[in-house]
């Protein structure tokens, strides 16, 4: 492949990315809102369309994550892969796994703390923890790259 031309589809798919990236990742806030105020049921008993429901949201926090980690160029070629992994990108995704690491070690002390005082099901615990992680992860990659958007 020419040179030019992979550098040319690596910055389009950064850019792509990224777009989807934002979006993807407001939409998830959106919908984990939405979630404890609409649509969470505390005590009831979990039926299969919350089994299908947790499923949706496990998947959409792994491909965020996915996102986070290839740069969008996990099913691309190696020389677009590599174009995507420079020196940066691997900079701003420490950044951004360091950010989410203290953010889910403080929500999982405040779970720790909330739990002496309520009952707190472990569903509940692990849906706002992995969420942090995730929204947290994303916001990071989002503002270290808000230049480009």
Known sequence: MDSNRVATQAARLQRR????????????????V???????RDAAALRRVDLVASIGFVAWGAALLMLVATGGGAFRTPDVRAILDDELARAERGVA????????????????????????PGRVLAHVI????????????????????
Do not use: E, K, P
């Open 17 to 32: 990315t990224r777009r989807i990236l934002v979006g993807s990742g407001a939409m998830f806030v959106i919908w984990q």
């Open 130 to 149: 992995f969420s942090t992680g995730v929204v947290v992860a994303v916001a990071t990659i989002a503002w270290l790259n808000r230049r480009d958007l």
């Open 34 to 40: 939405s979630y404890f105020t609409v649509f969470h």
């Open 97 to 120: 796994y360091q950010n989410a690491f203290w953010a889910v070690m403080v929500a999982s002390l405040g779970a720790y703390l909330t739990a002496h005082l309520t009952h707190l």
